[in-house]
């Protein structure tokens, strides 16, 4: 398959929106002073139907002796104290190495439990969470401690995903114990085979039942790429061109992908960094097929614009509190993540002339 070189206004854009894809709200520039590492307790609009039923529960019986499994996590009240055991990094959304001249780092990530493939889990670690030094590898087997919340709000892309992160009152880090970290990928757990339709099932279900959430699943083929432009993955904020951006693609019955780390990228010396930009190739008159399918991770989507319609989404250090899905009254989605060209062996017939 090959891509043009030169992008076209539209990805040109989004290459500029999406260039530094920070976790929480691209707010780095003071590293460890940084406004919070997330989301515990009562802090989502998200409580009343995700959270249970007592907000205020510190534990929720939570053995940390023993540890829990992520699907009985998921059922716990915002704030309560969460132990997994064993579980395994399958992917990574976002990790930063601390400008304040230590070997901090700051990472996002999904674990699933071998025993129970199909739960998965976000992790929101912050630098000054335990150890300090640890970045995550896929296939690392891990144990963690930390407490049941969402991502603030105001996260575009990631926001009121469920996660677990520190307690920021009274402070109290996640820890993080490696133990098996030489594994790679040879250590992942197999993605989780789907359907279109197992997936169109849990788009209007919540987070603690959804099928699959936070875990790799591999979206059965042959599919067509059916949206290059879908409605609940456009920007919707001002834009200084007045166009629009949409950040990913829809397959099949409407399943959405997100492809942030898939698109092709502009550069700072004005070439281009060409990945395998689908959303592109169909905007150019392709006909994109997936005949394999392809795989990546099932989780939450939301946007929450800048309060500016500044260009950088994820720098722009205002973005609005009340993230939702354009185009409808939902505060959240579901997607699915490629975490490289490898997740995406598409083909790409060329428009005719």
């Given at each position: 398959?090959?891509?043009?070189?030169?992008?076209?206004?539209?990805?040109?854009?989004?290459?500029?929106?999406?260039?530094?894809?920070?976790?929480?709200?691209?707010?780095?520039?003071?590293?460890?002073?940084?406004?919070?590492?997330?989301?515990?307790?009562?802090?989502?609009?998200?409580?009343?139907?995700?959270?249970?039923?007592?907000?205020?529960?510190?534990?929720?019986?939570?053995?940390?002796?023993?540890?829990?499994?992520?699907?009985?996590?998921?059922?716990?009240?915002?704030?309560?104290?969460?132990?997994?055991?064993?579980?395994?990094?399958?992917?990574?959304?976002?990790?930063?190495?601390?400008?304040?001249?230590?070997?901090?780092?700051?990472?996002?990530?999904?674990?699933?439990?071998?025993?129970?493939?199909?739960?998965?889990?976000?992790?929101?670690?912050?630098?000054?969470?335990?150890?300090?030094?640890?970045?995550?590898?896929?296939?690392?087997t891990v144990d963690i401690e930390g407490?049941?919340?969402?991502?603030?709000?105001?996260?575009?892309?990631?926001?009121?995903?469920?996660?677990?992160?520190?307690?920021?009152?009274?402070?109290?880090?996640?820890?993080?114990?490696?133990?098996?970290?030489?594994?790679?990928?040879?250590?992942?757990?197999?993605?989780?085979?789907?359907?279109?339709?197992?997936?169109?099932?849990?788009?209007?279900?919540?987070?603690?039942?959804?099928?699959?959430?936070?875990?790799?699943?591999?979206?059965?083929?042959?599919?067509?790429?059916?949206?290059?432009?879908?409605?609940?993955?456009?920007?919707?904020?001002?834009?200084?061109?007045?166009?629009?951006?949409?950040?990913?693609?829809?397959?099949?019955?409407?399943?959405?992908?997100?492809?942030?780390?898939?698109?092709?990228?502009?550069?700072?010396?004005?070439?281009?960094?060409?990945?395998?930009?689908?959303?592109?190739?169909?905007?150019?008159?392709?006909?994109?097929?997936?005949?394999?399918?392809?795989?990546?991770?099932?989780?939450?989507?939301?946007f929450a614009p800048c309060k500016d319609?500044?260009?950088?989404?994820?720098?722009?250090?205002?973005?609005?509190?009340?993230?939702?899905?354009?185009?409808?009254?939902?505060?959240?989605?579901?997607?699915?993540?490629?975490?490289?060209?490898?997740?995406?062996?598409?083909?790409?017939?060329?428009?005719?002339?």
């Amino acid at each position: 398959m090959e891509l043009r070189n030169k992008l076209g206004a539209a990805a040109l854009l989004a290459a500029t929106a999406m260039a530094s894809l920070a976790g929480c709200g691209g707010r780095d520039d003071d590293d460890n002073k940084d406004a919070g590492p997330g989301c515990t307790g009562v802090c989502s609009t998200d409580a009343g139907s995700d959270a249970g039923t007592d907000a205020g529960t510190t534990d929720a019986g939570t053995d940390a002796g023993s540890g829990m499994t992520i699907a009985a996590a998921r059922k716990l009240s915002f704030g309560s104290k969460a132990t997994l055991r064993n579980v395994v990094v399958t992917g990574v959304h976002y990790e930063k190495l601390s400008d304040q001249g230590n070997s901090s780092w700051r990472s996002y990530f999904w674990v699933t439990d071998p025993a129970a493939p199909k739960e998965g889990l976000f992790i929101h670690k912050f630098y000054t969470d335990t150890p300090d030094t640890y970045h995550p590898q896929l296939g690392d087997t891990v144990d963690i401690e930390g407490y049941f919340g969402t991502e603030p709000n105001y996260e575009p892309f990631s926001g009121r995903r469920h996660h677990l992160a520190n307690q920021r009152t009274p402070a109290v880090p996640l820890a993080i114990t490696p133990k098996t970290t030489d594994a790679g990928v040879g250590g992942l757990p197999p993605a989780n085979e789907v359907t279109v339709e197992q997936l169109t099932a849990s788009l209007d279900m919540a987070q603690n039942s959804a099928a699959f959430l936070g875990t790799r699943v591999h979206l059965a083929g042959p599919l067509a790429l059916t949206n290059p432009q879908p409605e609940a993955l456009k920007r919707v904020d001002s834009l200084t061109d007045g166009g629009s951006l949409y950040y990913g693609f829809a397959v099949g019955n409407g399943i959405l992908v997100f492809h942030d780390k898939t698109r092709d990228r502009s550069l700072t010396d004005g070439g281009v960094d060409v990945k395998c930009d689908f959303q592109k190739a169909a905007l150019d008159g392709g006909a994109v097929t997936f005949p394999n399918g392809l795989s990546g991770v099932w989780d939450t989507y939301t946007f929450a614009p800048c309060k500016d319609g500044g260009t950088d989404i994820t720098g722009c250090g205002d973005n609005v509190s009340d993230s939702g899905v354009p185009g409808s009254t939902k505060p959240y989605t579901y997607t699915i993540i490629p975490q490289d060209c490898a997740d995406l062996p598409g083909e790409v017939a060329p428009a005719v002339p």
